[in-house]
């Protein structure tokens, strides 16, 4: 019996092939300081497409395509979204939205070297973060290692699904984006 259990606790606790697969996806995340990305984000059956260029430690910012013309940004402290065609002007402290984690590398690393990933259609791997009352889905494709995608809920509570493509690794950017914009 005892052999039975010891033989159970190695298959289930040690599995070479999501070793080798976690320590992949964070070699991949350390090279990475600049990742841009088309995206098409899902909020309450609500679809929106852009563009955004994350700049790690907790720079981001977000052009959505679409006649309303939002933009985010994020200069690592604060969280403006501004919807040009309006004029209308949110800010939020970053550490109160679900982006203070996503776009905290070494927090990602943290958490991804702790958990097991789950295998999604054979093609992506996720990993499940609850952190501060908060549950965070981080998508990754199964054969390059690199973030496809999260899943949060908004700063209104509303599911929110992000899938990115088209991505670029440490291109050059200009630093100016990362200015949070004003109401005028």
Do not use: A, H
């Not at 999604?120 to 499940?128: A, G, S, V, Y």
Request: aromatic residues 14%; glycine residues 2%.
């Amino acid at each position: 019996m005892l052999r039975f259990l010891m033989i159970f606790l190695v298959l289930n606790f040690y599995n070479p092939s999501f070793s080798s697969t976690k320590e992949k996806i964070i070699s991949q995340m350390k090279l990475t300081d600049i990742l841009s990305f088309n995206f098409t984000q899902t909020v309450n059956e609500k679809v929106e497409n852009g563009s955004c260029i994350i700049k790690y430690p907790k720079k981001i910012f977000c052009s959505y395509y679409g006649s309303n013309k939002k933009i985010i940004v994020s200069n690592g402290k604060s969280l403006v979204i501004k919807i040009k065609n309006s004029g209308n002007y949110y800010i939020y402290p970053l550490n109160k939205t679900p982006l203070d984690l996503l776009l905290d590398k070494e927090y990602l690393i943290s958490k991804i070297s702790t958990l097991k990933p789950r295998i999604i259609d054979n093609q992506f791997l996720t990993f499940k973060i609850f952190e501060n009352n908060n549950e965070i889905n981080i998508f990754f494709d199964k054969k390059y290692f690199n973030l496809v995608g999260w899943q949060t809920e908004d700063i209104y509570q509303n599911l929110s699904i992000t899938f990115i493509s088209s991505i670029k690794i440490n291109e050059k950017i200009d630093d100016k984006i990362f200015i949070l914009p004003t109401n005028d």
